[in-house]
């Protein structure tokens, strides 16, 4: 294994199909591949979005301002955390837990990063809901974040159908040119749209290497985690 400890963003996206919020087969499949890098020693911590949901930036076609529909985005993140525990569970893995920034007591822990880590070394899934717990960010930024606070060794970026960064939208100009390597200047100064440019600037930082891949690829985590899966590096 290239990696220890990864810390993977998993957009809400992964979850759903065309007409559902969840589609039961992607909600299996991930977790089974999640709890097979485990069992295989991997250290795994999980910052899932929220964008199967609610998005906040739909808010102003609502007539609702912002703030608060980002907070219903981060409340979507914290069903998608739910339903990836339980189903995690039920699979018989039950070392799963649930961190949300926003405190919500009789379901998710409240988020402490010294215990997260230690969570982590015992085998623990450790899922962390809520995003940052503040408006105006995403959980790009919270990957960002969660993963240097839990001494993550890489972020693992998952898309949908897409193998990493490109020059265009590869969905729609199959012409699109793959970056294997890109440095956090790249991101920022070409504004690829990977990831937003907070997250970009902290990771920087941070020199926090980020592996962005296409989770829908077969085995695609133990491929990443072995370094044998055409993906996008970004590093300084
Ligand atoms: N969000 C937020 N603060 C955070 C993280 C998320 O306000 O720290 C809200 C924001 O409205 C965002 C929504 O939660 O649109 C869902 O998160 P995101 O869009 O990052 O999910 P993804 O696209 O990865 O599924």
């Given at each position: 294994m290239k990696y220890q400890r990864v810390l993977l963003k998993l957009s809400g996206e992964a979850l759903k199909d065309q007409d559902n919020i969840y589609d039961g087969q992607k909600l299996n499949q991930t977790a089974d591949q999640l709890i097979s890098m485990v069992k295989d020693g991997l250290q795994l911590g999980i910052v899932v979005g929220g964008g199967n949901i609610w998005r906040g930036k739909l808010s102003d076609e609502?007539?609702?301002?912002?703030?608060?529909?980002?907070?219903?985005?981060?409340?979507?993140?914290?069903?998608?955390?739910?339903?990836?525990q339980a189903v995690i569970n039920?699979?018989?893995?039950?070392?799963?837990?649930?961190y949300s920034a926003l405190k919500i007591e009789n379901l998710?822990?409240?988020?402490?990063?010294?215990?997260?880590?230690?969570?982590?070394a015992q085998g623990y899934i450790v899922i962390f809901a809520s995003g940052t717990g503040y408006a105006y960010f995403t959980t790009d930024t919270?990957?960002?974040i969660r993963g240097i606070e839990v001494k993550a060794d890489v972020i693992l970026m998952a898309k949908n159908g897409v193998s990493g960064v490109y020059d265009s939208d590869p969905k729609q100009n199959p012409e699109?040119?793959?970056f294997t390597k890109l440095s956090y200047d790249d991101i920022i100064a070409k504004n690829l749209h990977v990831?937003?440019?907070?997250?970009?600037?902290?990771?920087?930082?941070?020199?926090?290497?980020?592996?962005?891949?296409?989770?829908q690829q077969p085995d695609s985590l133990t491929k990443i985690i072995q370094g044998s899966l055409t993906s996008t590096i970004i590093e300084e």
């Open positions: 609502l007539g609702i301002e912002q703030i608060s529909g980002d907070y219903m985005g981060m409340m979507a993140t914290v069903m998608n955390a739910l339903a990836l039920q699979k018989g893995y039950a070392k799963v837990v649930v998710t822990k409240d988020y402490n990063f010294y215990e997260a880590r230690d969570l982590l919270t990957a960002i699109a040119k793959l990831m937003d440019q907070s997250a970009a600037l902290m990771a920087k930082q941070a020199k926090m290497k980020i592996v962005v891949f296409d989770m």
